[in-house]
C-alpha cells in the first residue's frame, strides 16, 4: 500500500474518510501492468474533487503512484482512495487541507466466463439507494446503503442486487450500472439525483451512440424492468453481464451485439491503455 | 487515542469505516471526569449496531476504555467510532467481522454561554439530507451530507444551518435536532427517514412530555418554521440553543422554561453521571 506516496497500511484515526466518508475512490482494472482507462478514472475523480472542494493529486505523481504498486503484477485490481484528510472544525472542512493518497492493488477477482456469456441472476434490493443531487453521480466514500443492500443475501447464485431510491425509481445495482433493452432503444438510469456514473457506462453510452442506438437516460420505474425485452449490468471489473433472471422474471441475453461486448471488455480490461 | 484497546493513533487502510463509512459514532460531553449520560449514548450505540448488523462491544469495557482515555481531564469532549473492522469482499460484510473501537479525547469547545441565553443565528443550507429509512436515526459514519451543507458558510456569526430532506421537509440542523414552538405545542421533525435521533432530544421528549407538554413529532415543512412562535436547537455539547434569527427572520427566545434549560443542561454537561 503506498499511502502519500510512502509505503505503509495504516493511516490516521483522525482522517475524515474514516470520521465522516469524506473522499472518493476510485477501481480500476490493471492489464499488462497498466490501469485501464486511466484517463477516464482520472477524470471522474477530478470532477468529484471539484465537487467535494478537495484539492485533485497531481495526476502523474498518482498514476506514477500506481504503477510502482502495481509492480510485477500483470492483472490485478487497482483501487484508489482520497480523502480530505484530517483537521477542521467538526463538519467543517480545514481551511487548508491535505488530503490523503492510498493506493492499493489487489488480486484480480477472475469472475467466471460464464457470467458474461450466459448471465447471471440479480435481486431487487429492499435497502434504498438515497437521493442527493449534491453527491450524485460521482464515487465518494458514503458506502453504507450499498453495504446494506449487499447484506440481504448471501447465496453465491446470485450475482447482483438492484437498488432502487425512496421513489420507487430503478438506480443501479450495488456495485454495477443498469441498462435495458426498450424494443431498438437501450435506456440506463439517469443518474443526476442518486448513484454513481460508472466508466463503463460512460464508454458504452458514447458506443452506442456512435453505432445509432438510441440510447436515453431517463427515470425507470420498476414495471419498466419487467417490460424491457433484456438487462445488462456494468463496471470496470466485469465489464458487460447480461441479467438472464432478475427476482425469478427470465430475460433473453442474446440481445446485445457480441462484437460490441468484445470491444467493451478490450477496451475495459483486455489490454491496460491509459486512453 | 485507545484502539481496540491499545494506545495508538492509526488504523488499517483496509478498515471499512474508511472504506465505505461502515460504522457507527458518538460523541460525548465529559465533566468532572466522567462521560455525560452514558447509558444514552450507549443504547444508541448498541441499536445502531443491531441495525448494521455489527457486533456490538462489551459495554463495562468500552465505559473503562473510556475513562482510561478520559484520564485527569476534567472537562472534555469524548468520541466513540465503532467500524465494522477489515475485510468481506467488496461492500459484501465479513462473515466473522472483528469491529474496531477508537476511543479519543479532546478539549471541550466551550461555547459562548451568550448562544445559549440570547440565542443564535442559523442558516438553511441548499445541500440536502438524503432519506433513508434504512439508516434513520443511528449514527453511523456516512456524513458527507453534513460535511457538504458546513461548506456552505464560513460567517463565524452563522452557528448552524438547517438541512431539508429532497421533499422539503425540515429534518435538523447539521450538528443539531431542531424543536419548534407551535402555541402550546413543541414540535419535532420525525426522524424515521432520515436524520439522527440526538441524546440530548430523546431526554428533552422525554422531560417536556413529563411537564405536560404536548409534543408533535411530525413532518415539518419550510413554511412552518417561519409560521413557528420560537425554534431551538440541541445536541449533547450545546444543549440548548435558541434561535434568535434564520435566515433574516427573527424569532423569541424567551419561550422555553429557563428551568428546563438549566435542567437539561446539568444532566446533559453539568455533571457527569452514567445516567
Redesign the interface.
Known amino acids: 500500500?503506498l499511502?502519500n506516496g510512502e509505503s505503509?497500511?495504516?493511516?490516521?484515526?483522525?482522517?475524515?474518510?474514516?470520521?465522516?466518508?469524506?473522499g472518493l475512490?476510485e477501481t480500476l482494472a490493471v492489464t499488462a501492468g497498466r490501469p485501464c482507462l486511466w484517463q477516464r478514472h482520472w477524470n471522474r475523480l477530478q470532477h468529484g474533487c471539484e465537487r467535494?472542494?478537495i484539492p485533485a493529486p497531481d495526476p502523474h505523481r498518482l498514476y506514477q503512484e500506481a504503477l510502482r504498486e502495481i509492480g510485477e503484477q500483470d492483472r490485478a485490481v487497482l483501487k484508489i482512495?482520497l480523502?480530505r484528510g484530517a483537521g477542521g472544525r467538526?463538519?467543517?472542512?480545514p481551511l487548508d487541507p491535505q488530503p490523503l493518497r492510498?493506493v492499493?492493488c489487489s488480486p484480480w477477482p477472475d469472475y467466471p466466463e460464464k457470467a458474461a456469456n450466459e448471465g447471471i441472476v440479480a435481486r431487487i434490493c429492499?435497502?434504498?439507494i438515497?437521493?442527493?443531487?449534491?453527491?450524485a453521480g460521482i464515487k465518494?466514500?458514503?458506502?453504507?446503503?450499498?453495504?446494506?443492500?449487499?447484506?440481504e443475501w448471501?447465496d453465491p447464485a446470485v450475482a447482483e442486487g438492484l437498488m432502487l431510491d425512496?421513489e420507487d425509481r430503478v438506480i443501479e445495482g450495488?456495485?454495477t450500472n443498469l441498462f435495458l433493452f426498450k424494443g431498438a432503444e437501450i435506456w440506463t438510469p439517469d443518474l443526476s439525483?442518486?448513484g454513481v456514473a460508472g466508466i463503463v457506462r460512460g464508454l458504452l453510452l458514447e458506443r452506442l451512440r456512435e453505432r445509432g442506438t438510441v440510447v436515453r437516460v431517463t427515470d425507470i420505474d420498476q414495471a419498466e424492468l419487467w417490460q424491457a425485452d433484456g438487462l445488462f449490468l456494468s463496471n470496470s471489473l466485469i465489464g458487460i453481464w447480461p441479467v438472464r433472471e432478475l427476482a425469478g422474471h427470465r430475460f433473453r441475453v442474446d440481445l446485445l451485439d457480441p462484437s460490441l461486448v468484445q470491444e467493451i471488455r478490450e477496451r475495459a480490461f483486455g489490454h491496460g491503455t491509459s486512453e
Open positions: 500500500v499511502i505503509g497500511d495504516t493511516i490516521s484515526a483522525f482522517d475524515r474518510g474514516l470520521q465522516y466518508g469524506d475512490f467535494l472542494g482512495i480523502t467538526g463538519y467543517a472542512p492510498i492499493t429492499a435497502a434504498r438515497p437521493r442527493d443531487p449534491t453527491l465518494h466514500l458514503n458506502r453504507l446503503p450499498q453495504v446494506m443492500a449487499r447484506r448471501d425512496s450495488t456495485m439525483r442518486s
